[in-house]
């Protein structure tokens, strides 16, 4: 489970490749959990991302829904697929469903 911790990691510290060979040592039939703050929800992205930054030893870093897929590679996907965490499988009378939240999510399976 990798919920909200991957905006820890900039890209230069190769948050894909970490992802993957934590997932290479999963036996098959294991599921990632993952949710990440999205760059591609709200147009003042990157000034919420430097708000978050400020006063925290590291910088959050905020990636696109099509950035975020990449981690789920070479696994299957539990529907509804990534998308944003609110509307993973939402309780039905949830009213909220229409509100955007910065947060794209998602469960895969490893074949």
């Known amino acids: 489970m990798l919920l909200t911790i ?7 510290h190769h948050p894909y490749e970490i992802v993957r060979r934590l997932v290479d040592a999963l036996p098959s039939g294991s599921y990632l959990v ?6 591609d929800v709200f147009e003042r992205a990157a000034g919420a991302a430097a708000r978050l930054s400020h ?3 590291m910088s959050v870093t905020l990636r696109s ?7 789920f590679d070479g696994l299957e996907l539990v529907d509804p697929g990534l998308v944003q965490v609110h509307h993973w499988r939402p309780d039905p009378s949830d ?3 229409d509100r955007k939240v910065a947060v794209h999510g998602g469960v895969a399976r490893k074949p």
């Open 65 to 71: 829904h099509e950035q975020i897929a990449r981690f």
């Open 95 to 97: 009213s909220d469903l």
């Open 34 to 39: 993952l949710s990440q703050p999205a760059s």
């Open 55 to 57: 006063g925290m030893p």
């Open 6 to 12: 991957l905006q820890l990691l900039p890209d230069d």
